[in-house]
């Protein structure tokens, strides 16, 4: 019982702190909002900064893969990964240099992602009918109709989708994230505190790994 109790005290000195630094992320959730309206209100230029910070990205990963390569080229797979790193390295380039250029093309891929998946999508749904298909099946349309609209209004909507989709992420997906789980943190101390075993600590464990989101 010992090996249990120890586990329990551990994890609530562990949601002590948490709760302790709750404001925190409360405040990181606020800024985060705050930030995603700021993207979506200049679209244009946040679309821009993504392109080039993802290039940076590209192009930095690549040049630590080359490095990475030639020092283990005694490696079987030596030349795919020495071809994933150049391929990086001349992507994360080219979006850097040529920004307006890469926006275009990625506006391009995920208006072609759109379309495919929302196909698939629609037509799985249709397919297997499952519980509640029909809005596994409307959201695969409007992933198409996305795809089109993104299609018909090119090269006009390179330069406002991305941002306004980076935007969207960080006021909505990361904004709320910490807002909608403020009770989980509650509700897995009060079922921590009333834990006696191991297997009742696992259940309270399980409980805020689905509850989290």
Same mark, same amino acid.
């Given at each position: 019982?010992?090996?249990?109790?120890?586990?329990?005290?551990?994890?609530?000195?562990?949601?002590?702190?948490?709760?302790?630094?709750?404001?925190?992320?409360?405040?990181?959730?606020? &800024? !985060?909002? *705050?930030?995603?309206?700021?993207?979506?209100?200049?679209?244009?230029?946040? @679309?821009? #900064?993504? /392109?080039?910070?993802?290039?940076?990205?590209?192009?930095?990963?690549? /040049?630590?893969?080359?490095?990475?390569?030639?020092?283990?080229?005694?490696?079987?797979?030596?030349?795919?990964?020495?071809?994933?790193? /150049?391929? +990086?390295?001349?992507?994360?380039?080219?979006?850097? +240099?040529?920004?307006?250029?890469?926006?275009?093309?990625?506006? !391009?891929?995920?208006?072609?992602?759109? #379309?495919?998946?929302?196909?698939?999508?629609?037509?799985? &749904?249709?397919?297997?009918?499952?519980?509640?298909?029909?809005?596994?099946?409307?959201?695969?349309?409007?992933?198409?109709?996305?795809?089109?609209?993104?299609?018909?209004?090119?090269? &006009?909507?390179?330069?406002?989708?991305?941002?306004?989709? /980076?935007?969207? #992420?960080?006021?909505?997906?990361?904004?709320?994230?910490?807002?909608?789980? @403020?009770?989980?943190? @509650?509700?897995?101390?009060?079922?921590?505190?009333?834990?006696?075993? +191991?297997?009742? *600590?696992?259940?309270? #464990?399980?409980?805020?790994?689905?509850?989290?989101?």
């Amino acid at each position: 019982m010992a090996e249990p109790t120890n586990v329990s005290a551990s994890l609530a000195a562990s949601l002590d702190q948490v709760r302790h630094s709750w404001g925190w992320f409360v405040a990181l959730g606020v &800024a !985060l909002v *705050v930030l995603g309206i700021v993207c979506i209100t200049g679209e244009v230029a946040t @679309t821009l #900064i993504s /392109v080039i910070v993802l290039g940076w990205l590209l192009l930095l990963s690549g /040049v630590m893969a080359l490095v990475h390569a030639f020092r283990t080229r005694t490696w079987t797979g030596f030349f795919l990964y020495l071809l994933s790193a /150049v391929l +990086r390295v001349f992507v994360g380039y080219t979006l850097v +240099r040529y920004p307006l250029i890469g926006a275009l093309s990625l506006t !391009l891929i995920l208006a072609a992602l759109f #379309i495919v998946g929302g196909v698939f999508r629609a037509i799985g &749904a249709a397919s297997l009918r499952f519980p509640r298909w029909g809005w596994t099946a409307a959201s695969g349309l409007i992933a198409v109709l996305l795809g089109l609209t993104l299609l018909a209004q090119l090269p &006009a909507s390179s330069l406002w989708f991305l941002g306004l989709a /980076v935007g969207i #992420i960080f006021a909505v997906r990361l904004g709320t994230f910490v807002a909608s789980n @403020t009770d989980v943190f @509650t509700r897995f101390d009060n079922c921590l505190a009333r834990a006696s075993g +191991r297997s009742q *600590v696992a259940d309270c #464990i399980a409980q805020f790994a689905r509850g989290v989101r």
